[in-house]
């Protein structure tokens, strides 16, 4: 069974950290390119980074940049976002997904986890 499973959500304080995994099973990641995406309530759904499969390129959106990082072990099938100085504007359900190439629309990606939550509140 094809499946993505997001962990590692949970409530933080501002300022915190926290890991999000985004494991596979049913197929190896290898070869696809993975993004995670974050929903607020009333908002639609954002891309906030991808990592590529050939090299392992990545991209942050801008509200994100210098404060996480994806990266992914295929070792493991796994893909990871971690977070630091989070605000509580990140609060979201987090999203993993897969695709070909970080640049496809987000109607392109094919596989989508169920999402964890992470909230960010004093």
């Known amino acids: 069974q094809v499946q993505l499973v997001e962990s590692g959500g949970g409530l933080v304080q501002p300022g915190g950290s926290l890991r999000l995994s985004c494991a596979a099973s049913?197929?190896?990641?290898?070869?696809?390119?993975i993004g995670w995406f974050r929903q607020a309530p009333g908002k639609e759904r954002e891309g906030v980074s991808c990592?590529?499969?050939?090299?392992?390129?990545?991209t942050y959106a801008d509200s994100v940049k210098g404060r996480f990082t994806i990266s992914r072990d295929n070792a493991k099938n796994t893909v990871y976002l971690q977070m630091n100085s989070l605000k509580p504007e990140d609060t979201a359900v987090y999203y993993c997904a897969t695709t070909g190439w970080c640049d496809s629309p987000i109607d392109k990606y094919h596989y989508w986890g169920r999402g964890t939550q992470v909230t960010v509140s004093s």
């Open positions: 990592i590529s499969s050939s090299d392992g390129s990545t």
């Open positions: 049913g197929f190896s990641l290898d070869y696809w390119a």
